[in-house]
């Protein structure tokens, strides 16, 4: 919350929340073991690369498709083309983390936005702006991603934007249905009376009090966003060689199955290591910060 | 019902043209055409070329062609596949992806339903811890890097079943599909299936029937499993949509010769028509399948169809 804020905003009531959901969330060990193991990829995936003598497109040919080993410095083997797996998993890592972070903040930003305008005027505008998510809703969208990276080149800037505008819709139903409950509260009422502008009353009153609906669902965002990433990857349309994603190692590795099976193995682990803690996370934190306690 | 069925069938039809829509304006809008080659075409040819493909009519006319082909279910002839036409190639694709898809979604629903029943029966136990573990897990492994995985242990290490393509089409060749695509629709289904499941037997006809001494199969099978049902019943539609996006790459993992395929082919050849027509094609689909499971809700729960 803004220092800007009104001093009447800052009741003892409004901070208990978060510390009761901190607490609440501590005791939930899989959250806390999930929120750790996450800690710890990151700082692999940021740090791990200068620990390896390889760079991530540097190609090894005395030792191609080798397996895991500490004496060639190759700890994950190499691929058929003799690069580093250890390397390449770390980069393909630092891809699919950034593309999970920034596309989320593109759907959160479009999410709580577009739900927090269409709850907080209801009305018309309400049941016509909800009305075009019901009708976006049941488009198949991973057709439309796939369409965009075709025809418009294979540009990660393009993979943030094009998989972040198509994870708003469930942010914006769950911002919208919160935003309705808020508008009645009293220091909304207190804001209209003083003549606040509606945008205003938006921004600086509404949106601070969505943090931990929106926090709980950023968190569930993230994997999927990753999963969304890995998957265009995986099919030769998202990051391009020789740049590398989980998605894309996981397909590599696919076709070396029965010559190569570490090319798989361990982007795979890391991949799905990384989306469980998500999850794990994400779940705890809904039972700590959701106040529908699902 | 009847009211009901035909307003929502009515409120599918702006959606069908925002789809239709955003296909064929996406894909007009993309740099790049279909005559793109390495030699350059004689003026005059390409002028021909596309003067027979109607791609020098302005776009609201070739829009209005396409549409009024799509409602004879003509969705012109494939760039890429010279000889055939989309409509052909979607017939020759979709049997199989249809066997594929519908085997992962019963498998889906019926292990996905019993399992989150037994878990919600022994709610705290160890089988229901086991089953929300094994439900994370399936959430967790993209059904891209399960079915991989799989292929190694049973066709590879093992050697139980074969790593690929349909054969001569019996079972073995589709269980390791099946069970990849399948996969991730039971870890949802079984949770769902249990958290609604614990919300009805805390109700008060299910506590009414346990006082009444019934056996706890018979109050399942009898009295908590249609309520609780609906969520499932509601998640069936995102299901079939996640089912057919999977199948893209299930198809071309396993070498199975379905529309997914032809999809990603197409896409990577710019063949147009090909990808419009299976976009539209899977879309249409997808909306039928919404409403159905709309029309089995209202059905199922009669409440919502005077909303």
């Known amino acids: 919350m803004s220092a800007a804020a009104p001093p009447l905003e800052r009741e003892p009531a409004g901070r208990s929340l978060w510390i009761d959901a901190w607490a609440k969330l501590k005791r939930n060990r899989a959250a806390v073991v999930g929120a750790v193991l996450l800690g710890a990829i990151a700082v692999l995936v940021i740090l791990g690369p200068a620990a390896s003598r390889y760079a991530f497109d540097a190609t090894d040919f005395a030792n191609t498709s080798i397996g895991p080993s500490w004496s060639t410095g190759h700890f994950f083997g190499t691929d058929t083309l003799g690069r580093d797996i250890f390397v390449r998993t770390l980069y393909g890592g630092r891809i699919s983390l950034l593309v999970g972070i920034v596309a989320t903040a593109v759907s959160l930003s479009i999410g709580v936005t577009y739900g927090a305008v269409a709850g907080y005027f209801g009305g018309r505008v309400d049941a016509l702006m909800m009305r075009i998510v019901d009708i976006l809703y049941a488009l198949p969208f991973m057709f439309f991603v796939i369409l965009l990276m075709v025809f418009f080149g294979r540009s990660i800037v393009l993979i943030f934007v094009a998989i972040g505008a198509i994870n708003w819709l469930d942010m914006a139903r769950i911002v919208r249905g919160q935003t309705l409950s808020l508008k009645q509260r009293e220091f909304v009422e207190a804001a209209q009376a003083q003549g606040v502008a509606a945008f205003a009353i938006i921004r600086r009153h509404i949106v601070p009090n969505l943090l931990g609906v929106v926090a709980v669902y950023v968190t569930l965002t993230i994997p999927h966003v990753i999963l969304v990433e890995s998957f265009l990857s995986f099919l030769g349309l998202g990051v391009q060689e020789p740049m590398t994603s989980w998605g894309a190692l996981v397909n590599d590795g696919s076709r070396e199955l029965q010559s190569a099976p570490w090319m798989l193995i361990f982007p795979a682990v890391f991949l799905a290591t990384t989306l469980f803690c998500f999850n794990f996370l994400g779940d705890g934190m809904r039972d700590a910060l959701d106040p529908k306690d699902r | ?307």
């Open chain 2, 1 to 307: 019902m009847l009211s009901y069925t035909i307003r929502r069938l009515l409120g599918a039809i702006p959606t069908l043209l925002i789809l239709i829509g955003f296909a064929f304006f996406l894909i007009r809008a993309a740099p790049g055409g279909p005559f793109d080659r390495e030699r350059t075409l004689l003026p005059e040819i390409e002028a021909n070329l596309r003067a027979a493909y109607h791609l020098d009519e302005p776009l609201y006319q070739q829009f209005g062609r396409y549409v009024w082909r799509l409602l004879h279910f003509d969705f012109g002839p494939s760039f890429q596949y010279r000889d055939y036409t989309v409509t052909e190639l979607i017939t020759a694709g979709f049997p199989v992806s249809l066997t594929l898809g519908l085997c992962a979604i019963v498998v889906a629903f019926l292990v996905g339903v019993t399992a989150g029943c037994i878990a919600a029966l022994r709610q705290n136990s160890r089988i229901d811890h086991g089953v929300m573990a094994v439900a994370m897990t399936g959430i967790s492994i993209p059904n891209f890097v399960m079915a991989p995985l799989l292929v190694l242990v049973f066709a590879v290490t093992l050697r139980w079943l074969p790593a690929g393509g349909l054969g001569d089409g019996s079972i073995r060749n589709l269980v390791l599909p099946v069970t990849s695509l399948a996969l991730p629709q039971i870890a949802y289904l079984s949770r769902l299936t249990r958290g609604s499941m614990i919300e009805v037997l805390r109700s008060n006809f299910v506590r009414t029937a346990r006082a009444q001494g019934l056996p706890a199969w018979q109050i399942v099978v009898r009295h908590a499993l249609k309520p609780a049902l609906l969520p499932v019943v509601s998640y069936l539609g995102p299901a079939t949509a996640a089912v057919i996006t999977g199948s893209v790459v299930i198809e071309q993992i396993f070498g199975v010769p379905g529309l997914g395929r032809y999809f990603v082919a197409g896409a990577l050849n710019r063949d147009y028509t090909l990808v419009m027509g299976v976009v539209v094609f899977y879309g249409v689909l997808i909306i039928a399948f919404n409403i159905l499971v709309d029309l089995a809700y209202a059905w199922l729960d009669p409440k919502v169809r005077y909303r």
